[in-house]
């Protein structure tokens, strides 16, 4: 998690539930158990919560066999973790009191009392429960590290082969801007970030953009303002950043946003952009806009920081997914797993 409360959608699917020991119904195939990993049996009420969570905001009603699908995968996550939480308290690397403390504090840096209270409300949580979480996701982040992320290596020779062999991944056609934003709209239905102060009209959401304004202005990190405040939920949890954009893209983009783009120099911020709608020519939006840099066309060399940071990236992370599928089969492989659920799904549909 970064200064922003970000909530990972595979983190909140699986509930609050961390103990590897649970008060369980003596009977094995009670249907209130739903899985069993090892020891740890995996209670209906778990997944009922989980599935509620998820399926809070569906915009339709699920079909039987929809609702199914859901719990299987909410059950199979389920499964997963379990296995990984009890290989960690196998090798003792579960978080510590004090790190789960860092971080939650870290999560409300950003937030006043208030706001954080019904971020947690929002997403179903109640503090102790996000706690939880936090300890969960710091231990099965301890236990990939140690397993598997610190098992590989990447050689000046693996970049080396990889540039030979994608060069052309690296010549730039046009120039490429990498911008970041925040975004607040006056429409009350417009998309939004689940952030607490979403403006409901023009007036509300010209003060919050000057108010927003007004602290960069001060100082303060475009980043943590874009996370706390920016109505774009496709980027204000990753500081506002839009990623490249091709100088082709810039051109064709509506003319205040074009022409503030023009005048920044990287690590500037543009003025308040008022955003119009064509045909009713009414401000529908505001947005101020960062260029973060700008990179030029041409092949980029080997020797450049940013393409060898870029190659070794690349090849982490398909080493790592490869280790990983590789680990999770060894962990399935030594583990003694039943789910109930699935077996019960097959039977009923075996017998119509």
């Not at 064509?278 to 806009?289: E, S």
């Not at 982490?316 to 039943?338: C, G, K, M, S, W």
């Amino acid at each position: 998690m970064t200064q922003a409360l970000k909530l990972r959608p595979g983190f909140v699917l699986i509930g609050a539930t961390f103990a590897l020991l649970v008060t369980a119904c003596n009977t094995q195939n009670s249907p209130d158990v739903m899985a069993k990993v090892n020891s740890y049996k995996i209670m209906r009420a778990e997944v009922d919560k989980s599935y509620n969570r998820q399926v809070a905001s569906a915009a339709q009603k699920l079909t039987s066999e929809q609702e199914e699908a859901v719990r299987l995968e909410i059950l199979r996550q389920i499964m997963t973790l379990q296995l990984y939480l009890q290989k960690a308290e196998k090798l003792g690397v579960v978080a510590t009191d004090e790190e789960i403390e860092g971080r939650l504090n870290q999560d409300k840096a950003p937030y006043t009392k208030e706001e954080f209270g019904k971020k947690l409300q929002e997403a179903g949580f109640t503090e102790d429960e996000y706690k939880q979480e936090i300890r969960r996701k710091l231990t099965i982040d301890k236990l990939l590290n140690k397993e598997i992320a610190s098992r590989v290596t990447i050689s000046d020779t693996d970049i080396q082969s990889y540039y030979n062999e994608h060069k052309t991944q690296f010549n730039v056609i046009e120039p490429q801007y990498y911008l970041a934003h925040i975004f607040v709209s006056g429409q009350p239905n417009a998309p939004s970030s689940p952030l607490p102060g979403k403006a409901q009209n023009d007036a509300q959401a010209h003060e919050k953009i000057k108010m927003i304004y007004s602290r960069l202005e001060s100082g303060e990190d475009f980043a943590t303002l874009a996370g706390k405040y920016s109505e774009d939920p496709n980027t204000a949890s990753n500081g506002g950043e839009l990623g490249p954009a091709p100088e082709s893209q810039i051109k064709n983009t509506e003319a205040a946003t074009r022409e503030a783009i023009s005048k920044l120099k990287p690590g500037q911020f543009s003025e308040i952009i008022p955003l119009v709608n064509p045909a009713t020519q009414k401000t529908v939006a505001y947005r101020i806009v960062k260029l973060i840099g700008k990179e030029a066309a041409g092949q980029r060399d080997l020797s450049d920081p940013a393409v060898q940071q870029q190659i070794r990236g690349q090849l982490r992370n398909q080493r790592e997914q490869f280790l990983r599928t590789a680990y999770d089969e060894v962990l399935h492989d030594n583990a003694e797993i039943r789910n109930y659920y699935a077996e019960q799904i097959v039977k009923s549909t075996t017998q119509k």
